[in-house]
């Protein structure tokens, strides 16, 4: 399963203005993507798992994520406001 919505992530292009959900982060993504490659790593694989695992492909269309990927989103905002500064290696 997680083949196919990987692959429907790849092909979404830039539909709208949308950038990266790390605070301060402009970069623009595609709506399909949480964020930017460089700051989607920096989240660690379980947060990124839950991300992957509670994503329905075209919800970025409808604008309708379900619950379970808004509670993953807010986790990994969570995590990031929960870090050191100077271990993000910039001011959140």
């Known amino acids: 399963m997680i083949g196919k919505k990987v692959a429907y992530v790849k092909s979404q292009g830039q539909s709208r203005k ?3 959900h790390w605070p301060g982060c402009e970069v623009q993504c595609p709506p399909a993507m949480w964020g930017c490659k460089s700051h989607w790593y920096r989240l660690p ?3 990124r798992a839950n991300i ?3 994503y ?4 970025e269309i409808n604008g ?6 808004v509670e993953a989103a807010r986790a990994a905002q969570d995590w990031i406001k ?4 100077d ?3 910039e001011i959140l």
Do not use: E, F, M, V
Request: glycine residues 8%.
């Open 64 to 69: 309708t994520p379900n619950r379970s990927y």
């Open 52 to 54: 992957w695992a509670a």
């Open 82 to 85: 929960s870090q050191p500064k």
């Open 56 to 59: 329905r492909p075209g919800q």
């Open 45 to 47: 694989r379980d947060i």
């Open 18 to 20: 949308h950038h990266c």
């Open 87 to 89: 271990l993000l290696g």
